[in-house]
């Protein structure tokens, strides 16, 4: 007897009727696909025929330029984040729904410095991906109209570089755009928020998702890395009990930001409570604190809030934080409500293995944009 007859005792060759798989997700993408429109795609790809030549005789793509313009090959061509139109204006970005923009500042580092490079990082390595998520049914291209404004101009001044990130922030949030921001230090979550706060009416929450508190007021006499949540709730329509943090914990939390934490009443809560509250449970208190009595909420990434053998690439490297897929769960989650802007921290290249990193902050940044967009929190400048 062949031995392949040998396989399958139980299912081989049966007839019995299979199960119903229509209310599984992937089902449920696949038929979501077909409702998705190419049309940005199709202009994408005429716009790369006229200005990049239409291919050599060989090619028997009709879509395959000689220059290249636009996704394709994910290898190559110039990087701006996802391959999204460079505006070099930025007196235009209100006519954006998005705009990614650097911040490539890290002298407020105390440890390993190398996050100035996180802005090129990230964009060098979103040229991965398309702009279409499977699970959630979102192509970005064809729901968004996204530009990159490049990359804030910081000085290797503290005080100098936050004024400059405030001003840039506010200048995008203030033009109807939403601020998707690359860092860059976690001392950039002062001046971002403190430029969100220009543009807003009311209180503003802040979630925060890291290892570390970040609320001390000086570490070394100066603002660093360790303080943007002492000062960001030191503005008044940044109240410290809107702030959430959530992940903290480990060896490398100073008492003098838990001395603080505490006199200030922001709610904490560790890896160990969101184990055991779930992840549903801890997006519930995580919006019921921020979003009490305030009109927008602010969204801090700090990318080694994920464990440290996942994040290499970081200047703090904490072991015992998030897995990869609770990250992205609670920022979907806490995208679904809606965000004023948000930064992603701490990505620092030098110390990456792989790109596996600022993989990891460009899916984050991926992700809350296509739940904003499946939640209808966001778009509506996108030409048809």
């Given at each position: 007897?062949?031995?392949?007859?040998?396989?399958?005792?139980?299912?081989?060759?049966?007839?019995?009727?299979?199960p119903?798989?229509?209310?599984?997700?992937?089902?449920?993408?696949?038929?979501?696909?077909?409702?998705?429109?190419?049309t940005?795609?199709?202009?994408?790809?005429?716009?790369?025929?006229?200005?990049?030549?239409?291919?050599?005789?060989?090619i028997?793509?009709?879509?395959?330029?000689?220059?290249?313009?636009?996704?394709?090959?994910?290898?190559?061509?110039?990087?701006?984040?996802?391959?999204?139109?460079?505006?070099?204006?930025?007196r235009?970005?209100?006519?954006?729904?998005?705009?990614?923009?650097g911040?490539?500042?890290?002298?407020?580092?105390?440890?390993?410095?190398?996050?100035?490079?996180?802005?090129?990082?990230?964009?060098?390595?979103?040229?991965?991906?398309?702009?279409?998520?499977?699970?959630?049914?979102?192509?970005?291209?064809?729901?968004?109209?996204?530009?990159?404004?490049?990359?804030?101009?910081?000085?290797s001044?503290?005080?100098?570089?936050?004024?400059?990130?405030t001003?840039?922030?506010?200048?995008?949030?203030?033009?109807?755009?939403?601020?998707?921001?690359?860092?860059?230090?976690?001392?950039?979550?002062?001046?971002?928020?403190?430029g969100v706060?220009?543009?807003?009416?009311?209180?503003?929450?802040?979630?925060?998702?890291?290892?570390?508190?970040?609320?001390?007021?000086?570490d070394?006499?100066?603002?660093?890395?360790?303080?943007?949540?002492?000062?960001?709730?030191?503005?008044?329509?940044?109240?410290?009990?809107?702030?959430?943090?959530?992940?903290?914990?480990?060896?490398q939390?100073?008492?003098?930001?838990?001395?603080?934490?505490?006199s200030?009443?922001?709610?904490?809560?560790?890896?160990?409570?969101?184990?055991?509250?779930?992840?549903?449970?801890?997006?519930?208190i995580?919006?019921?604190?921020?979003?009490?009595?305030?009109?927008?909420?602010?969204l801090?990434?700090?990318?080694?809030?994920?464990?440290?053998?996942?994040?290499?690439?970081?200047?703090?490297?904490?072991?015992?934080?998030?897995?990869?897929?609770?990250?992205?769960?609670?920022?979907?989650?806490?995208?679904?409500?809606?965000?004023?802007?948000?930064?992603?921290?701490?990505?620092?290249?030098?110390?990456?293995?792989?790109?596996?990193?600022?993989?990891?902050?460009?899916?984050?940044?991926?992700?809350?944009?296509a739940?904003l967009?499946?939640?209808?929190?966001?778009?509506?400048?996108?030409?048809?």
């Open positions: 007897m062949p031995f392949h007859q040998s396989h399958g005792s139980d299912y081989r060759e049966h007839n019995r009727d299979l119903d798989l229509s209310a599984l997700s992937g089902w449920i993408a696949q038929d979501a696909e077909e409702k998705i429109p190419e940005q795609y199709r202009k994408e790809v005429e716009r790369g025929l006229e200005l990049g030549l239409p291919g050599a005789d060989s028997t793509d009709p879509d395959i330029p000689v220059f290249q313009r636009g996704e394709l090959p994910h290898w190559s061509g110039i990087n701006t984040f996802l391959k999204t139109p460079y505006l070099e204006d930025v235009q970005v209100g006519d954006y729904d998005v705009a990614f923009v911040a490539p500042f890290d002298i407020g580092t105390t440890y390993r410095s190398g996050t100035r490079f996180g802005p090129q990082g990230m964009r060098r390595i979103s040229s991965l991906y398309t702009p279409y998520n499977f699970e959630l049914g979102v192509d970005l291209r064809e729901s968004l109209k996204m530009c990159d404004v490049g990359d804030i101009f910081c000085p001044n503290i005080t100098k570089g936050h004024d400059q990130i001003k840039g922030v506010a200048h995008i949030l203030s033009s109807g755009t939403l601020p998707m921001i690359m860092g860059g230090d976690h001392s950039i979550g002062y001046p971002c928020v403190r706060a220009e543009c807003i009416e009311g209180k503003i929450g802040i979630i925060h998702l890291d290892r570390h508190v970040d609320t001390q007021e000086k070394m006499d100066e603002i660093m890395h360790t303080c943007p949540w002492f000062h960001a709730t030191n503005i008044p329509n940044c109240p410290p009990t809107n702030l959430v943090q959530l992940g903290i914990g480990g060896w939390v100073p008492r003098a930001g838990v001395k603080h934490g505490k200030m009443r922001s709610t904490v809560l560790t890896i160990d409570d969101i184990e055991t509250l779930g992840i549903d449970k801890t997006l519930e995580a919006l019921e604190v921020a979003w009490k009595g305030a009109s927008a909420v602010y801090s990434f700090d990318i080694d809030s994920v464990d440290a053998g996942f994040v290499p690439g970081t200047g703090w490297p904490e072991p015992g934080g998030y897995l990869p897929r609770e990250a992205l769960a609670l920022l979907r989650g806490i995208a679904k409500e809606g965000i004023a802007a948000m930064e992603v921290v701490e990505v620092a290249p030098p110390y990456d293995i792989s790109d596996i990193t600022a993989l990891l902050a460009v899916r984050a940044m991926m992700d809350t944009l739940t967009v499946k939640y209808d929190r966001i778009g509506g400048k996108l030409e048809s």
